[in-house]
């Protein structure tokens, strides 16, 4: 299964742990063709469908291209909201994260982002 260097996955977990703190809920690192969850709160259940919510998270690749040259500017990221908690997508070239977390105010979704894009961009998939 592919998956960013070790020194990278810690990279990832540790910007997500500083933007979110204690509302990090789980880390997963995936690419067009796997998907690893690198970190889950110990709160809780091992039971989510990773491959399903990779899938659907792949689409981000096809948006960085459908959204170039909008008056909007570059695609940055998304986030989902959800009864239970939040899912911040961040996509760099061939690979991306998503985060899971409880809520949190804003600013702190786009810090999360940029710091996580910022080591993306640090590496190519292997």
Do not use: C, K
């Not at 260097?5 to 690192?29: N, W």
């Not at 998304?78 to 996509?91: K, Q």
């Amino acid at each position: 299964m592919s998956q960013p260097p070790d020194e990278h996955a810690d990279e990832l977990l540790s910007a997500a742990r500083t933007a979110t703190g204690d509302e990090l809920r789980s880390l997963t690192y995936f690419t067009a063709d796997d998907v690893e969850q690198l970190y889950l709160r110990s709160d809780l259940s091992r039971t989510a469908d990773l491959v399903g919510f990779a899938e659907n998270e792949r689409q981000g690749f096809h948006a960085q291209s459908m959204y170039a040259d909008t008056q909007l500017g570059d695609y940055r990221f998304t986030v989902r909201v959800f009864e239970n908690g939040y899912l911040t997508r961040v996509i760099a070239n061939d690979h991306g994260v998503w985060v899971t977390t409880d809520s949190m105010e804003m600013d702190r979704f786009e810090e999360l982002a940029s710091a996580l894009a910022s080591i993306l961009r640090s590496f190519d998939p292997a």
